[in-house]
Every structure is written in C-alpha cells, then in structure tokens.
C-alpha cells in the first residue's frame, strides 16, 4: 500500500555533493501521509535520524549534524521526496533510507524504502 525507493546514492569526496531521491506511491501513502523523512545507518551504528518535512505543510526538522548542509525537500505532482546533501563529510557515509509517517497522531514511521548508499572519501 505504500512503496518507496531511493535512489541518487554513490561516491563522493570530501566537500562534494549529492541529491538523494525517493520516489513514493501507493493509496495508503497517498490519502494518508502526514510526513517523509530521512534515516541513514552507518556499519556496525544504529539508525538515526537525519531530515523530516511534513507532506502538506513544508515545516523541516534536521539533526543537528546535518543542519546548515542538508535541505530536504518535495515535489507533490511526482510524489518525491528529495536530500540535497553538500559539503559532504567522511562520517556521512552510510545507507541513507526515506520513510513514512502516515496520519498525525502516527507515533512511527511504519514504512521504509531499501535504502541506498552514499560513501563519501577523504
């Protein structure tokens, strides 16, 4: 019922950039996402938050370890969800994965696309 992919991951250097994509679809996602929001999970690390933004609103949240380089963004018309990542540092590398929180009193984000990778070299 809802359905999400990542995509626009790969290698960067130290400083570079790189814009993440999620393309979401479904009914449930359609008549009932609240927010979308990005995750990343390093090896060996616990997943950890990175970037939300309400779906009918545009209200953005970021981790402090991100804010300044990161904005995240949507596109209602293709129902996508985009990361613009700069100044990009080596602990950014990790599996970035965008998620769905479906109704305001959700108290989770119940839904997960495959995620994808995003290595960043010194």
């Known amino acids: 019922q809802v359905q999400l992919v990542e995509s626009g991951g790969g290698l960067a250097q130290s400083g570079g950039s790189l814009r993440l994509s999620c393309a979401a679809s479904g009914r449930t996602f359609t008549n009932y996402a609240y927010a979308m929001a990005w995750f990343r999970q390093a090896p060996g690390k616990e997943r950890e938050f990175v970037a939300a933004i309400l779906w009918s609103g545009g209200r953005t949240s970021y981790a402090d370890s991100v804010k300044g380089r990161f904005t995240i963004s949507k596109d209602h018309a293709r129902n996508t969800l985009y990361l613009q990542m700069n100044s990009l540092k080596t602990e950014d590398t990790a599996v970035y994965y965008c998620?769905?929180?479906?109704?305001?009193?959700?108290?989770?984000?119940?839904?997960w696309g495959p995620g994808t990778q995003v290595t960043v070299s010194s």
């Open positions: 998620a769905t929180k479906l109704g305001s009193s959700s108290a989770n984000y119940g839904s």
